[in-house]
């Protein structure tokens, strides 16, 4: 079996009501909108992950300023020669505040847009669940860090 593991930081920026998301591409051309942030790579941080790809996918400079939680998602798949595969995701969510920048779109990354949303208008877009996460760890601030829309294992 194949198994394969993704470190990612993802940014939670809410800021006079409204978050910041940024709009992901999927590889059939479905759009949804996601937390931004993205994959760490080898011997970085997390903070600098998070800040780097904020800055990325939506021009803006921040500063991470808590620790939010962490989630953890498992998919299986069947690869084309037929060896199943085992992927797993380990998701790093800051909450961090804009400190500088300007808001643009990424160009020629995995994201097309970035935009702020009123807070009670999220739950009617065409998102990933990352966001519903990400927004339940901000309103919550569980002591252990996981929103009770990822504790779907056995402990």
């Given at each position: ?117 009123p807070l009670d208008s999220v739950p009617s877009l065409a998102r990933v669940e990352l966001v519903d996460i990400g927004l339940q760890l901000w309103r ?16």
């Amino acid at each position: 079996m194949q198994q394969e593991l993704r470190v990612a930081a993802y940014a939670v920026c809410v800021r006079d009501g409204e978050m910041l998301l940024a709009r992901w591409v999927a590889k059939d051309g479905v759009k949804r909108w996601t937390l931004p942030g993205g994959g760490m790579d080898h011997g970085e941080e997390p903070v600098h992950t998070v800040v780097r790809e904020v800055e990325e996918e939506t021009g803006y400079l921040t500063e991470p300023t808590a620790l939010l939680g962490i989630d953890s998602i498992r998919r299986s798949w069947i690869s084309r020669l037929g060896v199943p595969g085992d992927w797993q995701g380990l998701r790093i969510l800051y909450e961090a505040r804009i400190t500088g920048g300007a808001l643009r779109n990424e160009e020629g990354g995995s994201t097309d847009l970035a935009a702020w949303h009123p807070l009670d208008s999220v739950p009617s877009l065409a998102r990933v669940e990352l966001v519903d996460i990400g927004l339940q760890l901000w309103r919550d601030r569980p002591s252990l860090g996981r929103s009770h829309l990822t504790q779907h294992d056995n402990l």
